[in-house]
């Protein structure tokens, strides 16, 4: 099943778009730069740069606390990116928390959602796959709670079966975490029937959309989760903010995650009230330059299309992997019938360290690591993996070139 609407032609082209990069005027080691490590950031745009500068140059000051000039003007562009970002997955301006990044908005959901609904002998549901942002806060709160942790399998493909996860759910599930799409082997989950199963049981569900947000368009309404969350770092905005989604009424009931300015409504030495979501899990000076430059990105994309995007990198993602399966002694992790845009291989008798170096060398910057993911490392049998990973800025150049630098490394290290 194909994961994006396929078409003849697509009006969005990488090699154009490429052009939008400044990176990619510098070289790597004296090589043209072929960048395929977006999985763990994003290449930045030249208006998302611009937008950081600019909101450093122009009218910087804090926001929500000034009545001068600057301070409202800053307070505008600052709320006009949570509508950006709102608009962009389908949600409503106040269901739209500002955080540091994917991971502290799960910790979030965890500390603060965990903390008054979790009891002994309850259970949080999460897969195999899970990046450690999506296991580790989990295993927190259920160690302050009592609760337990269950994880649903993964077939030998790295495939996420709805029934296998829907088969775990039971009156004791309290929430459903898992991804969007694996951040390793870029399988994309069934989270719909997934998401829908949940609900007949009344459990709250949780996606992890750090890899998702990027490949495809997002709508929170359609898919119907509780809480989904993204980093902005790899939606080709800067670092230092990330995204979360919660459904209002559950924000609004949920406690605080950390006190101080900006989230109060009154203070006193013997009591304080909150405002509501999503004032109330912002507290203190936020990354103001940052989310409106996040807001620049959201723009960006939106220019070009996401649906336009998506079946560009789609072409060049089934170009990556017929090539990549001609390389003799290599073996490619993931064959899920449903996946996008990441490939996680190895070459035989090398080390993905190795491999990764010389192709530093050649300009090719891939990920060689665990990728945040020991347990699923551990189900596929290996310590790590190499790690390609497709962005919009990448073409089938690009794709040559990492064929021939692995057919280099396979020389050196033979």
Same mark, same amino acid.
């Given at each position: 099943?194909?994961?994006?609407?396929?078409?003849?032609?697509?009006?969005?082209?990488?090699?154009?778009?490429?052009?939008?990069?400044?990176?990619?005027? #510098?070289?790597?080691?004296?090589?043209?730069?072929?960048?395929?490590?977006?999985?763990?950031?994003?290449?930045?745009?030249?208006?998302?740069?611009?937008?950081? #500068?600019?909101?450093?140059?122009?009218?910087?000051?804090?926001?929500?606390?000034?009545?001068?000039?600057?301070?409202?003007?800053?307070?505008?562009?600052?709320?006009?990116?949570?509508?950006?970002?709102?608009?962009?997955?389908?949600?409503?301006?106040?269901?739209?928390?500002?955080?540091?990044?994917?991971?502290?908005?799960?910790?979030?959901? $965890?500390? &603060?959602?965990?903390?008054?609904?979790?009891?002994?002998?309850?259970?949080?549901?999460?897969?195999?796959?899970?990046?450690?942002?999506?296991?580790?806060?989990?295993?927190?709160?259920? #160690?302050?709670?009592?609760?337990?942790?269950?994880?649903?399998?993964?077939?030998?493909?790295?495939?996420?079966?709805?029934?296998?996860?829907?088969?775990?759910?039971?009156?004791?599930?309290?929430?459903?975490?898992?991804?969007?799409?694996?951040?390793?082997?870029?399988?994309?989950?069934?989270?719909?029937?997934?998401?829908?199963?949940?609900?007949?049981?009344?459990?709250?569900?949780?996606?992890?959309?750090?890899?998702?947000?990027?490949?495809?368009?997002?709508?929170?309404?359609?898919?119907?989760?509780?809480?989904?969350?993204?980093?902005?770092?790899?939606?080709?905005?800067?670092?230092?903010?990330?995204?979360?989604?919660?459904?209002?009424?559950?924000?609004?009931?949920?406690?605080?995650?950390?006190?101080?300015?900006?989230?109060?409504?009154?203070?006193?030495?013997?009591?304080?009230?909150?405002?509501?979501?999503?004032?109330?899990?912002?507290?203190?000076?936020?990354?103001?330059?940052?989310?409106?430059?996040?807001?620049?990105?959201?723009?960006?994309?939106?220019?070009?299309?996401?649906?336009?995007?998506?079946?560009?990198?789609?072409?060049?993602?089934?170009?990556?992997?017929?090539?990549?399966?001609?390389?003799?002694?290599?073996?490619?992790?993931?064959?899920?019938?449903?996946?996008?845009?990441?490939?996680?291989?190895?070459?035989?008798?090398?080390?993905?360290?190795?491999?990764?170096?010389?192709?530093?060398?050649?300009?090719?910057?891939?990920?060689?690591?665990?990728? &945040?993911?020991?347990?699923?490392?551990?189900?596929?049998?290996?310590?790590?993996?190499?790690?390609?990973?497709?962005?919009?800025?990448?073409?089938?150049?690009?794709?040559?070139?990492?064929? $021939?630098?692995?057919?280099?490394?396979?020389?050196?290290?033979?």
């Amino acid at each position: 099943m194909a994961l994006f609407a396929t078409k003849e032609e697509s009006i969005f082209n990488g090699a154009t778009a490429r052009r939008d990069f400044p990176i990619f005027t #510098q070289k790597m080691n004296d090589k043209p730069l072929v960048f395929l490590d977006t999985a763990a950031s994003a290449q930045k745009p030249k208006v998302v740069i611009d937008a950081l #500068q600019n909101a450093l140059n122009d009218n910087y000051a804090n926001i929500h606390r000034g009545l001068y000039q600057f301070s409202q003007k800053t307070t505008t562009q600052f709320e006009n990116a949570r509508g950006k970002v709102a608009r962009f997955i389908n949600a409503l301006e106040n269901e739209i928390v500002f955080t540091r990044n994917g991971t502290e908005a799960i910790n979030l959901v $965890a500390a &603060c959602w965990g903390r008054t609904r979790l009891n002994p002998g309850d259970e949080i549901l999460i897969t195999a796959l899970e990046h450690h942002a999506n296991i580790v806060p989990w295993q927190l709160i259920a #160690q302050r709670t009592g609760a337990k942790l269950i994880v649903a399998p993964i077939t030998n493909e790295g495939d996420v079966k709805a029934a296998d996860v829907i088969a775990l759910m039971n009156e004791k599930t309290q929430i459903v975490a898992i991804s969007h799409m694996s951040n390793a082997l870029g399988t994309m989950l069934p989270v719909t029937e997934i998401i829908q199963a949940a609900k007949k049981i009344n459990a709250a569900t949780l996606l992890d959309g750090c890899q998702a947000i990027m490949h495809e368009s997002v709508d929170v309404m359609a898919l119907g989760c509780d809480f989904y969350v993204f980093s902005g770092h790899k939606l080709y905005g800067p670092t230092g903010v990330g995204v979360l989604y919660g459904r209002e009424q559950l924000l609004n009931a949920m406690p605080p995650y950390q006190g101080g300015g900006d989230m109060i409504e009154t203070v006193s030495f013997d009591e304080t009230t909150y405002k509501m979501a999503p004032a109330r899990f912002e507290a203190g000076t936020p990354a103001i330059a940052e989310v409106i430059a996040l807001g620049a990105a959201i723009d960006y994309l939106n220019a070009y299309g996401m649906n336009n995007i998506a079946a560009y990198e789609e072409g060049v993602y089934h170009y990556a992997l017929e090539e990549l399966n001609k390389i003799d002694g290599l073996t490619l992790y993931g064959r899920a019938e449903n996946k996008a845009a990441i490939l996680c291989f190895n070459l035989r008798g090398a080390h993905p360290s190795d491999v990764a170096t010389i192709l530093d060398k050649e300009g090719i910057a891939v990920r060689a690591g665990h990728h &945040c993911c020991m347990p699923l490392m551990k189900r596929l049998g290996v310590t790590g993996t190499l790690r390609a990973s497709i962005g919009l800025y990448n073409t089938r150049d690009d794709i040559d070139a990492l064929v $021939a630098g692995l057919g280099k490394a396979g020389k050196m290290l033979a």
